[in-house]
């Protein structure tokens, strides 16, 4: 019999409540003689991949270690009990961490860097200090609305910094740009390979862009002066 979407819900909360009452109940089974928690099988590679991917989140680990939900948060439940992990929660998603390996602020970068859309903003965004939206969505590929409701994510997690000149609104990090750099490049390396090219093409076409606005306004004010100096010889 199929459950309905209401009913598996319900069914994973009481799953996962029964494992939590059999982690507190057992829970000194759990640990070797010195206190810490047994590393092995599951909750052996769940740590593992923590380790190598600060700042992953649930649904990431799921999706590449292949493990159930409820298996999953009970292992974390574990882990962060003998606090070997540590959580942080954002909007939907619970961000996990080894514990004792970075502070507050490198938290929430590398917690931003698990997210796709926002990973490439502050890619190019270091790349690219005060880039405008429009810049932006040319970069990800995504609309203005879309960007712009990332970026209200990104100020508000202190992450990034909003100005407005005339009618245009442009971004720049608040955070060391080199460092974003190096948590992508250790921590999301693939991610870099694939994206350096079109981020250097990028910056590219903006810079011509940059340059041919500069000559046509140069040539539009040599034009206007000539036009005043005629005027004042008639």
Same mark, same amino acid.
């Given at each position: 019999m199929q459950r309905s979407p209401s009913s598996q819900l319900g069914y994973l909360n009481f799953n996962l409540f029964w494992k939590m009452l059999?982690?507190?109940?057992?829970?000194?089974?759990?640990?070797?003689?010195?206190?810490?928690?047994?590393?092995?099988?599951?909750?052996?590679?769940?740590?593992?991949?923590?380790?190598?991917?600060?700042?992953?989140?649930?649904?990431?680990?799921?999706?590449?270690?292949?493990?159930g939900m409820g298996d999953l948060q009970y292992h974390l439940y574990i882990l962060e009990k003998a606090r070997l992990i540590n959580s942080v929660r954002r909007g939907l998603y619970k961000f996990v961490f080894p514990s004792g390996v970075f502070g507050d602020r490198q938290t929430a970068i590398l917690g931003v860097l698990s997210i796709e859309t926002? $990973?490439? #903003?502050?890619? %190019?965004? &270091?790349?690219?200090?005060?880039?405008?939206?429009? /810049?932006?969505? =040319? +970069?990800?590929?995504?609309?203005?609305?879309?960007?712009?409701?990332?970026?209200?994510?990104?100020?508000?997690?202190?992450?990034?910094?909003? $100005?407005? #000149?005339?009618? %245009?609104? &442009?971004?720049?990090?608040?955070?060391?740009?080199? /460092?974003?750099? =190096? +948590?992508?490049?250790?921590?999301?390396?693939?991610?870099?390979?694939?994206?350096?090219?079109?981020?250097?093409?990028?910056?590219?076409?903006?810079?011509?862009g940059a340059v041919e606005n500069t000559e046509s306004v140069e040539h539009q004010e040599d034009e206007e002066r000539k036009e005043e100096n005629k005027d004042d010889e008639d």
């Open positions: 059999q982690a507190n109940v057992s829970y000194a089974d759990n640990v070797d003689d010195d206190g810490s928690p047994r590393l092995e099988g599951n909750r052996a590679l769940i740590y593992d991949y923590i380790a190598k991917h600060p700042g992953t989140h649930l649904r990431d680990i799921r999706k590449n270690l292949g493990i926002e $990973r490439e #903003i502050l890619l %190019f965004l &270091s790349e690219r200090p005060g880039a405008t939206q429009q /810049e932006i969505c =040319k +970069f990800a590929r995504l609309s203005p609305p879309t960007i712009a409701w990332h970026m209200r994510r990104l100020e508000s997690d202190g992450i990034v910094e909003r $100005r407005k #000149i005339g009618k %245009f609104v &442009s971004y720049k990090l608040l955070c060391d740009a080199e /460092e974003v750099k =190096k +948590f992508i490049q250790n921590y999301h390396p693939a991610f870099l390979e694939t994206w350096s090219s079109r981020l250097t093409n990028t910056i590219l076409e903006l810079s011509i």
